[in-house]
C-alpha cells in the first residue's frame, strides 16, 4: 500500500548529517513523514538496522544518476549531500550535486535540501596570494565545490533550501582535530584560529535542523539557511574541553601555514578553510545565528551540552 505521508528521501543517510535528519524522522512521535534512506550499501549493518526501525532503504549513487531517479521516484522531499573526504575532490562533489539536481528535478521533488558551505572565491578570487590556490582553481576546495553546486539546483528549476552548515564538533573525535599531548605531557588544543569565534555543531543536530526545515515546507523554499549550535573562541572550547575531560587543555593558535603542512590529507585544504573563517569572521558568524538553527531545532546542542555526551570519546594520544 502506497504511503499515506510524505516521502522524505535521504542521501547518505548512513552519515552523519544523514543520520541525524533519519532519526528525527524515525522519532517523530507524529510520524509526519516517511523514511527512504538512500545508502550505497543497502545490505550493511546500518542499513538493516534503519530497515528494522521501519525505513524504506533504497540502493542510490550519486555518481550513477539511474538508481538516483529509482531513489527519488514519488518523493516529497530529498535532502542532498556529498562527501569530500572520500575521494577529495571538488569536480567530483559538482558532479554529484549535478546528478541529484537533475533527478530531483525528473522525480518532480517539490522540496529539496542541499547541504552546502560558501564559495570562498567570491571573497578570496584566485588572484588572492593571502592563501594558496590548490587543485589549480580553488582556495578551499570542500567548500567551494559545495558552494559552486548551489547554482545546479537553480538550474534544475528544483524548489530548494540550501542549508549552509558549521564545524562539526565531532572532528574532535574523527578527524584528529582534538587536543593532544605535548612533550610534557600536557593537552593542547591546536587551531589556527587566533582569537577568532568558530561557528560549531553537533553534525547530529544538523539532521535535526533539516527536519525542521522540511517541516516549514514551503516557506523554506528559495532561502539559504545557516546553522550553528555556538560560535567559540579557542580559548572558550579550551576551557570547556578542560570541564568535560577532567584535565586541563591549553589552547595553541597555530599559524595557518604552520597548519597547512602538518601533511595530513586535506591539511592545506582545512588551512586555507580556517584562515577564511578567521579573515571573515564577521561574515561567516553573521551567515551562521543560533536563534535560526535553534527555531529549526530547539533540542539544539551547545558545545558543552555536546562533550557530556561525548568526551569520552575524543582521543588524548
Given at each position: 500500500?502506497?504511503?499515506?505521508?510524505?516521502?522524505?528521501a535521504v542521501?547518505?543517510?548512513?552519515g552523519a548529517?544523514?543520520?541525524?535528519l533519519v532519526?528525527a524522522i524515525?522519532?517523530?512521535p507524529?510520524?509526519?513523514?516517511?523514511?527512504?534512506?538512500?545508502?550505497?550499501?543497502?545490505?550493511?549493518?546500518k542499513?538493516?538496522a534503519?530497515?528494522?526501525?521501519g525505513?524504506?532503504?533504497?540502493?542510490?549513487?550519486?555518481?550513477?544518476?539511474?538508481?538516483?531517479?529509482?531513489a527519488?521516484?514519488?518523493?516529497?522531499?530529498?535532502?542532498?549531500?556529498?562527501?569530500?573526504?572520500e575521494?577529495?575532490?571538488?569536480?567530483k562533489?559538482?558532479?554529484?550535486?549535478?546528478n541529484?539536481?537533475?533527478?530531483?528535478?525528473?522525480?518532480d521533488?517539490?522540496?529539496?535540501?542541499?547541504s552546502?558551505?560558501?564559495?570562498?572565491?567570491l571573497?578570496?578570487?584566485?588572484?588572492?596570494?593571502?592563501?594558496?590556490?590548490?587543485?589549480?582553481?580553488?582556495k578551499?576546495?570542500?567548500?567551494?565545490?559545495?558552494?559552486?553546486?548551489?547554482?545546479l539546483?537553480?538550474?534544475?528549476?528544483?524548489?530548494?533550501?540550501?542549508?549552509?552548515?558549521?564545524?562539526?564538533?565531532?572532528?574532535?573525535?574523527?578527524?584528529?582535530?582534538?587536543?593532544?599531548?605535548?612533550a610534557s605531557?600536557?593537552?593542547?588544543?591546536?587551531?589556527?584560529l587566533?582569537?577568532?569565534?568558530?561557528?560549531?555543531?553537533?553534525a547530529e543536530?544538523?539532521?535535526?535542523c533539516?527536519?525542521?526545515?522540511f517541516l516549514?515546507?514551503?516557506?523554506?523554499?528559495?532561502?539559504?539557511?545557516g546553522?550553528?549550535g555556538?560560535?567559540l573562541?579557542?580559548?572558550?572550547m579550551?576551557?570547556?574541553?578542560s570541564?568535560?575531560?577532567?584535565?586541563?587543555?591549553?589552547y595553541?593558535a597555530l599559524?595557518?601555514?604552520a597548519y597547512?603542512?602538518?601533511?595530513?590529507?586535506?591539511?592545506d585544504?582545512?588551512?586555507?578553510m580556517f584562515?577564511?573563517?578567521?579573515?571573515?569572521e564577521?561574515?561567516?558568524r553573521?551567515a551562521?545565528?543560533?536563534?535560526q538553527?535553534?527555531?529549526?531545532?530547539?533540542?539544539?546542542q551547545?558545545?558543552?551540552?555536546?562533550?557530556?555526551?561525548h568526551?569520552k570519546?575524543?582521543?588524548?594520544?
Amino acid at each position: 500500500m502506497a504511503s499515506k505521508t510524505p516521502v522524505i528521501a535521504v542521501v547518505g543517510a548512513t552519515g552523519a548529517q544523514g543520520g541525524g535528519l533519519v532519526r528525527a524522522i524515525l522519532q517523530d512521535p507524529e510520524r509526519r513523514f516517511t523514511l527512504r534512506a538512500i545508502t550505497r550499501k543497502p545490505d550493511s549493518d546500518k542499513a538493516r538496522a534503519l530497515a528494522a526501525q521501519g525505513a524504506e532503504v533504497v540502493a542510490g549513487d550519486a555518481d550513477d544518476p539511474a538508481s538516483l531517479d529509482r531513489a527519488f521516484a514519488g518523493a516529497t522531499g530529498a535532502f542532498c549531500i556529498t562527501n569530500f573526504w572520500e575521494h577529495f575532490s571538488a569536480e567530483k562533489e559538482i558532479a554529484q550535486a549535478r546528478n541529484m539536481a537533475q533527478a530531483a528535478a525528473r522525480a518532480d521533488v517539490r522540496h529539496v535540501i542541499w547541504s552546502t558551505l560558501e564559495d570562498t572565491r567570491l571573497r578570496v578570487p584566485l588572484s588572492d596570494d593571502r592563501m594558496p590556490t590548490l587543485q589549480g582553481k580553488y582556495k578551499v576546495p570542500h567548500f567551494d565545490g559545495k558552494g559552486e553546486a548551489d547554482a545546479l539546483f537553480a538550474e534544475a528549476k528544483v524548489p530548494t533550501t540550501l542549508l549552509v552548515t558549521s564545524f562539526y564538533w565531532d572532528n574532535f573525535i574523527y578527524f584528529g582535530a582534538g587536543p593532544k599531548k605535548d612533550a610534557s605531557g600536557h593537552l593542547v588544543l591546536a587551531l589556527p584560529l587566533g582569537n577568532m569565534k568558530l561557528p560549531g555543531i553537533a553534525a547530529e543536530d544538523i539532521g535535526h535542523c533539516a527536519f525542521g526545515v522540511f517541516l516549514r515546507g514551503q516557506e523554506m523554499i528559495g532561502r539559504t539557511v545557516g546553522i550553528a549550535g555556538e560560535h567559540l573562541t579557542g580559548t572558550q572550547m579550551a576551557a570547556e574541553l578542560s570541564t568535560a575531560l577532567g584535565q586541563p587543555v591549553r589552547y595553541h593558535a597555530l599559524d595557518f601555514d604552520a597548519y597547512r603542512k602538518l601533511g595530513f590529507p586535506g591539511a592545506d585544504d582545512l588551512g586555507n578553510m580556517f584562515q577564511y573563517k578567521h579573515d571573515f569572521e564577521r561574515e561567516f558568524r553573521a551567515a551562521r545565528p543560533i536563534d535560526q538553527a535553534r527555531a529549526l531545532y530547539p533540542g539544539l546542542q551547545t558545545f558543552r551540552q555536546w562533550l557530556a555526551r561525548h568526551a569520552k570519546q575524543i582521543p588524548l594520544s
